[in-house]
Every structure is written in structure tokens, then in C-alpha cells.
Antibody
Framework: QVQLVESGGDLVKPGGSLRLSCAASGFTFSDYYMTWVRQAPGKGLEWVSHISNSGYTIYYGDSVKGRFTISRDNAKNSLYLQMESLRAEDTAVYFC???????????????WGRGTLVTVSS | IQLTQSPSSLSASVGDRVTITCRASQGISSYLAWYQQRPGKAPELLIYGASTLQSGVPSRFSGSGSGTDFTLTISSLQPEDFATYYCQQVNNYPLTFGGGTKVEIK
């Protein structure tokens, strides 16, 4: 069955860096676009970043553009999010998710991991 | 594209019919999805393409609408349906979610 398992969340000081990972199994990882979505404590969902199956096409949300970098290693069935210059407002649970369609017009997410908590605080 | 959900919360009883609305700031055709999120859990896809039920989702869930106005309907609320529901526009970057509708037990 499809599984997505995030890791790497931690407590980090403002201005610090962190790298999140998402290990995928149960499907052909290299066939699917992948995404990161975050949720601040008690708040709604916020899309963060999206990467094509090849890794060549990448999108970012405005709040993280220039600070976060999404990448993937298809040989390792893994998705990553490198986060730099972290701010208090980046505190959230970060979910990785799989795009449910091969069609680039349909960016909905059919499988999600359980999330990893990033806390930015001094 | 901004998505505005209403209401932000509602109280209902088991067996009730529940309707949640999602309004887009500009037309998005049928490029809308709905998710359910139970407390402490990841979101789960309910509907995509505004009205297509994801595999395995109970038929009491249905979606409708196109353009700017969309609805999610639960025909007969079950105990496991008490959760927060989010809409998402799936076609324009940045991808955006609605603010959520929390369905609570009356």
C-alpha cells in the first residue's frame, strides 16, 4: 500500500536551517509529482512547494520562495525540503503528499504522510 | 486565487444533512478538491474535479459546482464525519486551500 513517512522535524532557532525528508513506498515514486503542505498549530492548510516527477519543474508558495528548496531522489524514493532562514511563522506540521493525477491541470493530493513538526523558536 | 469557505464551523447531529460552501475569487472551472481532516491526522481526499468521488469514499459525500461557487454535501452525517473540511483549487499556482469548516457534534 502507498506509504509516505516524513522525518526531520525539530526545534530550531530563528534564522536556522532544517532538512525534511519524506520516504515513499508502495508505488512507483518516479511516476508522480510530489508536494509539501504545512499546517501551523490550530490553523488551516498551506501549500508550500511542488516538484515534478523528474525534478525539473518546481513551484513554491510566496511565503517560502527564496528560503526553501524542494528536491527528490527517485533512486531512493525520497522527497526533501531544505528550509533556510527559518522564521517563527514557519512553525507547523509539514506533510508530504502525492499528486493524484498524471495530468498537470489536476494538482489534488490522494495520499498524505502523517507529518513532521517543525518548531522555530528561540 | 482565494477560496472562502462558509460557515467556518457548524454544529449538527448524526443523521443531519450538511452543506459546506466554497467560493473562489475568480473562476476555476471544476478545478476543485475537497478534503477531510480529523484531529491529529493527515487530510484525506474526498472529492476532486468538484464532483468526482475519490475511490473508497462513502457515497453520502457529494460535491457540486463550477466557476466560482462549490458545495460539499454530506447527506446523512455519521459519527466519523465530525472533522474539518477544506476545499482546494488545483489548477493555478500558488495552489490554495480554503480556511476550513469544522463540523462539530450538536
Amino acid at each position: 500500500q502507498v506509504q509516505l513517512v516524513e522525518s526531520g522535524g525539530d526545534l530550531v532557532k530563528p534564522g536556522g536551517s532544517l532538512r525534511l525528508s519524506c520516504a515513499a513506498s508502495g508505488f512507483t515514486f518516479s511516476d508522480y509529482y510530489m508536494t509539501w503542505v504545512r499546517q501551523a498549530p490550530g490553523k488551516g492548510l498551506e501549500w508550500v512547494s511542488h516538484i515534478s516527477n523528474s525534478g525539473y519543474t518546481i513551484y513554491y508558495g510566496d511565503s517560502v520562495k527564496g528560503r526553501f528548496t524542494i528536491s527528490r531522489d527517485n533512486a531512493k524514493n525520497s522527497l526533501y525540503l531544505q528550509m533556510e532562514s527559518l522564521r517563527a511563522e514557519d512553525t507547523a506540521v509539514y506533510f508530504c503528499a502525492r499528486r493524484g493525477s498524471y495530468n498537470s491541470n489536476w494538482n489534488y493530493f490522494d495520499y498524505w504522510g502523517r507529518g513532521t513538526l517543525v518548531t522555530v523558536s528561540s | 486565487i482565494q477560496l472562502t469557505q462558509s460557515p467556518s464551523s457548524l454544529s449538527a447531529s448524526v443523521g443531519d444533512r450538511v452543506t459546506i460552501t466554497c467560493r473562489a475569487s475568480q473562476g476555476i472551472s471544476s478545478y476543485l478538491a475537497w478534503y477531510q481532516q480529523r484531529p491529529g491526522k493527515a487530510p484525506e481526499l474526498l472529492i476532486y474535479g468538484a464532483s468526482t468521488l475519490q475511490s473508497g469514499v462513502p457515497s453520502r459525500f457529494s460535491g457540486s459546482g463550477s466557476g466560482t461557487d462549490f458545495t460539499l454535501t454530506i447527506s446523512s452525517l455519521q459519527p466519523e464525519d465530525f472533522a474539518t473540511y477544506y476545499c482546494q483549487q488545483v489548477n493555478n499556482y500558488p495552489l490554495t486551500f480554503g480556511g476550513g469548516t469544522k463540523v462539530e457534534i450538536k
